[in-house]
């Protein structure tokens, strides 16, 4: 039976629609708000609970937009859950706190400008939770990319 590693994550916008990312100190690219599920915790708590510790606030998170299977070569089969944080108004931006011990800072971006910023398979999540939330709906994926027919 597979036992893969889970995280979760949220994606935020401001006013202008652009994304929030994350400046972790331990990576040498940007990341969105999230982290690892701890044992017995849901995919929706551990999100909120890794928002709260990296941004010291406490939105409401929404709905799932995206489920993305990722095997890591190094660290086995993961499951990334991407939840909709939705808006951030400029009350909520003037309580962020960052976590000093994993963050370095924190901007918003607009989507074409992810792939300067992150990882591909990053942006492929990211870009794929735009579209769901844009559509009302849910993507599963593989690696970042839907699913071939028949695979």
């Not at 690219?29 to 928002?51: H, W």
Request: proline share 8%; glycine share 12%.
């Amino acid at each position: 039976m597979a036992h893969p590693r889970m995280a979760a994550g949220a994606l935020f916008f401001d006013e202008a629609d652009r994304v929030l990312l994350v400046e972790p100190s331990y990576k040498d690219y940007r990341d969105i708000p999230g982290g690892y599920v701890e044992r017995g915790e849901s995919p929706l708590r551990a999100c909120t609970r890794e928002v709260q510790e990296e941004l010291g606030i406490a939105p409401r998170i929404g709905r799932l937009l995206v489920v993305d299977w990722a095997p890591n070569p190094g660290e086995g089969d993961k499951v990334l859950y991407l939840f909709d944080g939705g808006r951030l108004g400029a009350e909520q931006l003037r309580r962020v706190r960052l976590q000093a011990d994993e963050l370095r800072g924190y901007g918003f971006h607009p989507a074409e400008r992810l792939p300067e910023l992150t990882v591909p398979r990053l942006v492929r999540r990211i870009t794929a939770g735009i579209r769901a939330r844009a559509e009302g709906s849910t993507v599963y994926l593989e690696q970042g990319e839907p699913p071939r027919a028949g695979s």
